[in-house]
Nanobody
C-alpha cells in the first residue's frame, strides 16, 4: 500500500514563509509527476504547482514567483517552499503523485493546514 504523508503546515504571519514536504512510502517502483493542490473553505481544490520527474515545473499564476516546488527522486519526496505568504494562501494543502507499484495510480496525501494571518 502506498501512502503520501504531508508535513510542514502551520500558522504564519503575512509575508512569512513555510516549507511543505510530502513523502511517498510503501511498495513504490517509480514516481512520475508530483504536485501540490490547495482547497480553501467554500472553494474548489486548485492546482498550486506541479513538477515532472525530470524537474520541469508549472505554477498557478497566483503563486508564481513566490512558491517553489522541488523534489528528491531518491526519497520519493516533493517539497513546496512558500515565501511572501498572503492571507489568501490560507487553505488545506494536498500533495499528489503518480506512483507505480503494480500499476500506475494517482495518490493523494491527507492534507496539511496552512493559515496566514494578516
Amino acid at each position: 500500500q502506498v501512502q503520501l504523508v504531508e508535513s510542514g503546515g502551520g500558522l504564519v504571519q503575512a509575508g512569512g514563509s513555510l516549507r511543505l514536504s510530502c513523502a511517498a512510502s510503501g511498495s513504490i517502483v517509480s514516481t512520475n509527476n508530483m504536485g501540490w493542490y490547495r482547497q480553501a473553505p467554500g472553494k474548489q481544490r486548485e492546482m498550486v504547482a506541479q513538477i515532472t520527474r525530470g524537474g520541469t515545473t508549472n505554477y498557478a499564476d497566483s503563486v508564481r514567483g513566490r512558491f517553489t516546488i522541488s523534489r528528491d527522486n531518491a526519497k520519493n519526496t516533493v517539497y513546496l517552499q512558500m515565501n511572501s505568504l498572503k492571507p489568501e494562501d490560507t487553505a488545506v494543502y494536498y500533495c499528489n503523485a503518480a506512483v507505480y507499484s503494480s500499476t500506475w495510480a494517482l495518490r493523494w496525501g491527507q492534507g496539511t493546514q496552512v493559515t496566514v494571518s494578516s
